[in-house]
C-alpha cells in the first residue's frame, strides 16, 4: 500500500532484503500516464523523487512518466542488494541465486505460468514510436542510459 495513510500500514513491517524489480519501461510508460493523472499519485512520487534526488518531474504527460520512471528506479535500484528484469526468467532465475545465497527459500515459481493482473481498469492508451517524438532529446538520452544500464532495448 502506497500512498494516504500508506505508512501506516508499511510500518507494520521489516524485510531482510531489498530487492527491486523493474519492469520494461515501454509496457510500463503507459500505466504510468494513466497513474499520474490521479494528482496524490503524482505528488507522491514528485515530492519522493525531489527529496531523494532533487529532481523534479515535468513536462508533457508522456516526459512526466517516462522521468517518473526512471527517477524512481534509480532511487530503488541505488538502495537495493538486487534488481531484476520481472519480464526475464533469466533475470528470475538470478532472484532465485540470490536468495539461495541469503539462505533464504522462494516458493517454486514456474515463470511460464504467471499471469499479468491489473487491479484497477485498464484504461491505459497504447504509445506509438512516433508518441515519442514530442519527447526532449535531453530526456529520450535519459531513458537510453537507463534501458542499456539494465539491459532492455532502447525502441525509439
Not at 512520487?45 to 517518473?68: F, M
Not at 533464504?104 to 484504461?123: A, D, G, H
Request: some cysteine; overall charge positive; charged content about 30%.
Amino acid at each position: 500500500r502506497y500512498g494516504i495513510n500508506g505508512s501506516d500500514w508499511r510500518d507494520e513491517y521489516s524485510f531482510t532484503h531489498k530487492i527491486t524489480h523493474l519492469r520494461n519501461p515501454f509496457d510500463a510508460i503507459p500505466s504510468i500516464i494513466d497513474e499520474n493523472n490521479y494528482d496524490w499519485s503524482f505528488k507522491i512520487r514528485y515530492e519522493y523523487i525531489y527529496k531523494k534526488l532533487n529532481k523534479k518531474i515535468k513536462g508533457s504527460n508522456i516526459e512526466k512518466a517516462i522521468l517518473s520512471y526512471i527517477y524512481w528506479n534509480e532511487i530503488s535500484i541505488s538502495e537495493s542488494e538486487l534488481y531484476f528484469k520481472i519480464e526475464s526468467e533469466k533475470d528470475f532465475l538470478k532472484l532465485e541465486d540470490f536468495l539461495k545465497s541469503k539462505n533464504e527459500n522462494l516458493k517454486k515459481v514456474n515463470f511460464n505460468s504467471l499471469n499479468k493482473t491489473n487491479s484497477k481498469p485498464n484504461s491505459k492508451k497504447p504509445i506509438s514510436i512516433s508518441d515519442y517524438n514530442s519527447v526532449s532529446k535531453e530526456i529520450k538520452t535519459e531513458l537510453e542510459s537507463f534501458c542499456v544500464r539494465c539491459g532492455y532495448d532502447y525502441i525509439i
